[in-house]
């Protein structure tokens, strides 16, 4: 496996403290913006995440009732990057059928590969094969994610965390980072929103609906919606240095037919030896909530 990939993955690990701290920040913000006294000792606790609980109080907030993962990912989508050159840097395709994603990147013959589960496949060039890891169970990566998502690219946490609370119920997860915005974002989610201001854009022979950030942080950024209310472009640029590099790069999705084959690979384990004997993180950060779900369940049968 390549070093940059390996430190893009514990990049994504090390973040995890500082987001939740990010995240109880901005709950804290809200929370005054309605008049709700905080305590300044309150802080984020991550064993206290409740899957039921609202982000927000407002009317418009709807809860995502699904009843299976082919539910939620519900159509191929293609996802290109490009660079502040204009230059392809990575391609992204998504299989709804298999719910896998394979990233194809400038100057690597050997694609990344995301399944439904939150394994990561990639190629590693010394001993000629592909190995897969698993960071932590779908639910906890899909919670990482949506933090992470939401705080880098300032884009609104309800939607991310509706969609992950709805997965969660069904034992799914969100694992397939910037691409899975397809699936969670719509027109309604920006409109009414200071952040963002909206105007029609031509889109070929479509009428599109562009979305601006007013966050000078995030200044040029913007989002787009086709004239079915799909997610078609993305472009961010940010002031922020959270990264080696600051977040920027124009995402650009389309939606055709798109078949991912995921490779036989050699599991792998970030826990050495003998640690990972007794540690699973295949059940997340918190394994008795899972056991508690599966005793709960059998009661229920």
Known sequence: MKTKQIRSILVFLLLYSPVQAQLMEKLKERAKEKGIETSNEVTYDSTAYDPNM???DDEDSEEL????PEDFFNKDVVMTLYDANGQVTQTSYFDAQKIAMRTEMAGNPNPIYHDGEGKIYAYNDDKTRYESMKLLGSSAMGFMTAGMTTQIYNLPQEPYFNALRALEKIDSGLNFIILEMAFIYQPKHF????FYIPSPINCGANTCLRFDYTNPEYAGSYIVFDSRGQLHEFNITSS?????DNPAGRF?????????ELPEAVEQSLIPDPLKKGIDLGDGLEPWKKKKKEKQKQKDN
């Not at 009732?65 to 299976?68: E, G, H, L, M, Q």
């Not at 650009?252 to 991912?260: A, Q």
């Open 191 to 194: 409109e009414k929103n200071d």
């Open 54 to 56: 609202k982000m927000d």
């Open 65 to 68: 009732v699904i009843s299976s």
């Open 240 to 244: 922020k240095r959270i990264f080696e």
């Open 252 to 260: 650009v999705f389309k939606y055709k037919p798109c078949t991912v």
